[in-house]
């Protein structure tokens, strides 16, 4: 899915991947993954840069047994990181969600160019 970089966008990438992913009925939380998603598509709007126009891209895969999405944007790869707020702090608490929620977390360089921070959630394939 590919995204302007906008608030309004954060809705609508949890729409498409709630109506996209439930067919499959995967047996971890949509719920988590959707809350997930929703902080790093956040990110990639908050923190992607570039002087030409550009998009904030998600897509998601099956990785053996396990789900992973990717959040794509033109931002600079070392400057993604953990961060600890204070409990006052508005705001650096999205990639503690994903670190706290998620089976695994990944950040580095985009294949698109920029950035990709992705999360994966284990054994999220029902048996068959």
Do not use: I
Not at 42 to 62: C, I, K, M, Q, Y
């Amino acid at each position: 899915m590919a995204l302007h970089p906008v608030a309004e966008s954060v809705p609508r990438a949890r729409r498409w991947f709630r109506k996209l992913v439930t067919p499959y009925q995967l047996t971890c939380s949509t719920d988590d993954c959707v809350l997930l998603l929703s902080e790093l598509v956040t990110n990639a709007v908050v923190h992607g840069t570039s002087d030409a126009p550009w998009l904030v891209r998600v897509e998601w895969f099956r990785a053996e047994a396990s789900l992973r999405v990717e959040v794509h944007n033109p931002g600079l790869p070392e400057s993604v990181r953990l961060r600890h707020p204070e409990a006052n702090d508005a705001h650096g608490r999205g990639l503690m969600l994903v670190d706290s929620v998620a089976d695994s977390w990944h950040a580095g360089p985009s294949r698109f160019g920029g950035t990709v921070v992705s999360f994966e959630m284990a054994n999220t394939w029902p048996p068959p």
